[in-house]
């Protein structure tokens, strides 16, 4: 079975102080790792895919990396409003569905 | 296009009672999903169709839970004689066949669900 564990489950930064999420996997054959970020009462709102190890993308301040066991949201310099929730997820074997874990709810003091 | 679609945003019902939910995904999507998420969890997968074909459904899914999508538009997600733990934000998503790795599934804002 499909298991995605995201690490710390709080984080609490400074503005502009920079950090990182942990996502990390156990899947049998990965087809693509997927970064959310969700507001309160709000959809998931897509950030990044990854498929395979060695990748990264940038979004603004964000930037997602991949290895064969994990990825790591990174966060340069945070403002208040990327205060929010950062899901990960997991599309493996032949399945069409994604997995999620419980996500890092991220809060960043003025 | 404006995105997908949910309705309604909220919804309160009394515990046996039965609801209905409405998705209307991305037009030119032909895949569309729901998931549950309860307070402090991921969202949980709960079924999925293919244009009108029903392909998967979660194993933890009770018999009380059906969904449709005639003609593979819009879907509607049934919840028959609720229990408190229904409660949850029910969130629909679609995906095109094609892309989906580089646009990711497009999440609707959800239906609350509280039974009371």
């Known amino acids: 079975e499909d298991q995605v564990t995201q690490s710390p489950e709080a984080l609490r930064l400074q503005e502009g102080e920079s950090s990182s999420l942990n996502c990390s996997y156990t899947v049998s054959g990965l087809r693509g790792l997927f970064w959310y970020r969700q507001d309160p009462g709000k959809g998931p709102e897509f950030l990044f895919t990854l498929y395979s190890a060695g990748e990264e993308k940038e979004k603004e301040r964000l930037k997602a990396t991949l290895t064969k066991k994990e990825s790591f949201l990174h966060i340069t310099a945070p403002k208040p409003e990327d205060s929010a929730t950062y899901l990960c997820?997991?599309?493996?074997?032949?399945?069409?569905?994604?997995?999620f874990g419980k996500g890092i709810t991220l809060s960043v003091r003025p | 296009d404006t995105g997908v679609s949910q309705d309604p945003r909220h919804k309160i019902t009394k515990r046996g009672q039965n609801v209905t939910f409405r998705c209307d995904p991305i037009s030119e999507h032909n895949r569309l999903y729901w998931y549950r998420q309860t307070l402090g969890q991921g969202p949980e997968f709960l079924t999925y169709f293919q244009n009108e074909a029903q392909l998967e459904k979660s194993r933890l899914l009770s018999d009380r839970f059906s969904a449709e999508r005639p003609k593979g538009s819009f879907s509607t997600l049934e919840i028959q004689r609720t229990e408190q733990g229904d409660s949850a934000m029910y969130l629909c998503?679609?995906?095109?066949?094609?892309?989906?790795?580089?646009?990711?599934?497009?999440f609707g804002s959800g239906t609350r669900l509280t039974v009371v």
């Open positions: 997820a997991v599309r493996a074997g032949a399945n069409s569905k994604l997995t």
């Open positions: 998503a679609s995906s095109a066949g094609q892309g989906v790795n580089t646009y990711g599934y497009t």
